[in-house]
């Protein structure tokens, strides 16, 4: 069984927010990630796509609902919680 990879989920999800605008990206014809800019200089056709919708899927296929606000909620908490003991144990 393949491991997941968290970290590259995560900056991928990033980068389609720094690339987002007002909650669409550009997807080329090979669902490449492209400015607005980038196509137009290089006369490339462009999509646009539902960011939020983007990330949902990424997420989605690796097993956690990011959609659903309890996850979020539970996640950020855990989050919070494994930051506040890892300084704990540190102290």
Do not use: H
């Not at 968290?6 to 980068?15: C, R, S, T």
């Not at 987002?20 to 800019?37: A, Q, R």
């Not at 999509?47 to 990424?58: C, R, W």
Request: glycine content about 2%; aromatic content about 8%; hydrophobic content about 45%.
């Amino acid at each position: 069984m393949e491991k997941t990879n968290w970290n590259n989920a995560i900056d991928k999800a990033l980068e389609v927010l720094r690339m987002s605008d007002k909650g669409y990206v550009m997807l080329d014809m090979y669902n490449n990630l492209i400015t607005p800019e980038e196509a137009a200089f290089n006369k490339v056709s462009v999509v646009p796509y539902n960011a939020l919708k983007f990330i949902e899927n990424q997420f989605r296929v690796l097993g956690l609902d990011i959609a659903d606000k309890t996850v979020r909620i539970k996640l950020i908490a855990l989050l919070e919680e494994f930051d506040r003991i890892s300084k704990e144990k540190l102290a």
